[in-house]
């Protein structure tokens, strides 16, 4: 491949269906040269999880994923011990333990029992989580944070230790470093404010809806059959539904699987629109609201 710059991310994400315009190419080809996460913010369903699997699958990068939730702590993120492998273990040890101890003082028996310490916290019994696993990975690697303003801030204070010098301490093997640095990517809807010190520490990048002609062609490389006038009328359509006081308006992705939905009915009628408003809206009071200016649409 060329050497890399903002115009080969552009045609290398295009090859994958994927289509970004300079200025995001332009902070993607950064966050890889200066070795910085990308911070994405935007609504929901405008592409920001897919643009880390479409630079994941255009570039050949490994890609990890940890999905941000209420309560998410370390153990779902780093790593934990495999209780139930380690029980096991122990059961099987047991018989050959008891022969092993018939002529032994309980001090001996103490330290002997002490020193499988090391077998029972080793990384035989390790669950690496996606945090750990992106750390120790040897090749080169896409880590997706998706929809990190879901968890806790206590949660993120973490991530940034982490994140920060990208190793781990763990107490029972050591510390576990890797030269290798993933490209990180991270997704917000905005549903929390993030602190200050994540956004000083990542770049960061805006997605918002597409512009007419972004979305034409999304839509067309998604659905080629879809003819001219059908897809001019669903893009103004879904620009209208987009100016509406809703509580979610719909993304691209919805814009989609709409466009789908009606040509399988056979087209645009009033019957089929009023029957597949919830294909692109997800909430009763907006469908009613949409419902209700129907008519606007012909």
């Given at each position: ?201 990542a770049l ?39 100016n509406y ?15 789908k939905s ?37």
């Amino acid at each position: 491949m060329k050497e890399l710059s903002s115009k080969i991310i552009m045609e290398e994400l295009n090859k994958v269906d994927y289509f970004v315009n300079t200025q995001t190419a332009t902070i993607i080809f950064l966050a890889i040269k200066l070795k910085r996460p990308i911070l994405i913010e935007g609504p929901a369903g405008v592409g920001k999880t897919s643009i880390a699997k479409a630079l994941s699958k255009a570039f050949n990068y490994e890609f990890l994923k940890l999905q941000c939730y209420e309560g998410i702590d370390e153990s779902k993120a780093l790593y934990d011990w495999e209780y139930s492998k380690q029980l096991l273990y122990t059961q099987v040890l047991k018989e050959k333990l008891n022969e092993n101890f018939k002529d032994k003082t309980i001090h001996q028996m103490i330290e002997a029992i002490n020193n499988l310490d090391s077998l029972f916290f080793s990384e035989n019994f390790l669950i690496e989580r996606p945090l750990l696993k992106a750390i120790k990975n040897k090749e080169k690697t896409l880590l997706l944070i998706d929809e990190i303003d879901k968890s806790e801030p206590e949660f993120e204070a973490f991530l940034l230790e982490i994140l920060s010098e990208f190793e781990v301490t763990i107490p029972e093997i050591g510390t576990i470093k890797n030269n290798q640095i993933p490209l990180i990517i991270l997704t917000s809807n905005g549903e929390r404010t993030l602190s200050d010190a994540l956004r000083r520490r990542a770049l960061f990048l805006y997605i918002d809806y597409p512009n007419k002609e972004l979305e034409t062609k999304i839509i067309k490389r998604n659905i080629p059959e879809l003819n001219e006038l059908n897809l001019n009328k669903i893009i103004e359509i879904i620009a209208k539904i987009r100016n509406y006081p809703l509580k979610k308006a719909p993304g691209t992705s919805e814009a989609i699987e709409w466009a789908k939905s009606l040509l399988f009915m056979g087209g645009f009628s009033k019957k089929n629109l009023e029957s597949t408003i919830s294909i692109i809206s997800k909430y009763p009071t907006d469908i009613e609201y949409i419902k209700a200016r129907i008519e606007d649409f012909f």
